[in-house]
Nanobody, 122 residues
Framework: QVQLVESGGRLVQAGVSLRLSCAAS????????VGWFRQAPEKEREFVAA????????YYADSAKGRFTISRDKAKNTVYLQMNSLKPEDTAVYYC???????????????WGQGTQVSVSS
């Protein structure tokens, strides 16, 4: 079992930076890749970024490339999503998930956190 708790979301103005955290527990967590997804109202959950179990491989959606950075602190069992130059269209609930499968597919993630709200005003 893996438990995930997101934090760091809040209301910000466009152009600023924000860092989200995904704190994990569970003795097998180190074997899992972690992904960040987001879900805006009335839209499907979409892939944002992922990092593999070692932290050496990262993957990004086109919308996140160049602005977002995912990282992993294995000692703290925490994965971060640094978001720069935020835009109003980044407004969504952000979820982290843990998977042994395909990084970009929602269905591949058996474990999810409760989500954290990010709101970007123009």
């Amino acid at each position: 079992q893996v438990q995930l708790v997101e934090s760091g979301g809040r209301l910000v103005q466009a152009g600023v930076s924000l860092r989200l955290s995904c704190a994990a527990s569970g003795r097998t967590f180190s074997a899992y890749a972690v992904g960040w997804f987001r879900q805006a109202p009335e839209k499907e959950r979409e892939f944002v970024a992922a990092i593999n179990w070692s932290g050496r491989e990262t993957y990004y959606a086109d919308s996140a490339k160049g602005r977002f950075t995912i990282s992993r602190d294995k000692a703290k069992n925490t994965v971060y999503l640094q978001m720069n130059s935020l835009k109003p269209e980044d407004t969504a609930v952000y979820y982290c998930g843990a998977t042994l499968g395909t990084y970009s597919q929602v269905s591949a993630y058996p474990y999810w956190g409760q989500g954290t709200q990010v709101s970007v005003s123009s």
